[in-house]
């Protein structure tokens, strides 16, 4: 059983950073971050393999976002740079093998405004 807790949520204007931190509890072969919009479908953010660090981000944050794992292995971050109105969502740490991510967390909010 992998259990996800997510943190770092909050508000900021349009052009700032926020870093999101996800720890997790139990082996998966990788973690991801993932986010939904009110009336949006659910959208694959960033994903780093734990074996060996790999990463891969969609493409509508790729450049902007960087999704990395601590020494332990035990935390997720998801540092957030030059931050759109777009990026508004709630924010999801999930962990599996895909494309079955089997464990998630509990959301965490984003929120880009000025």
């Known amino acids: 059983q992998v259990q996800l807790t997510e943190s770092g949520g909050g508000s900021v204007q349009p052009g700032g950073s926020l870093r999101l931190s996800c720890v997790v509890s139990?082996?998966?072969?990788?973690r991801a971050w993932f986010r939904q919009a009110p009336g949006k479908e659910r959208e694959f953010v960033a994903m780093?393999?734990?074996?060996?660090?790999?990463?891969n981000y969609g493409a509508s944050v790729k450049g902007r976002f960087t999704i990395s794992q601590d020494a332990a292995k035990r935390t997720i971050s998801l540092q957030m740079n030059a931050l759109k109105p777009e990026d508004t969502a709630m924010y999801y740490c999930?962990?599996?093998?895909?494309?079955?991510?089997?464990?998630w967390g509990q959301g965490t909010q984003v929120t880009v405004s000025s």
């Open positions: 999930a962990a599996g093998t895909p494309p079955d991510m089997n464990y």
């Open positions: 139990g082996y998966s072969p990788v």
């Open positions: 780093i393999y734990t074996i060996n660090g790999n990463t």
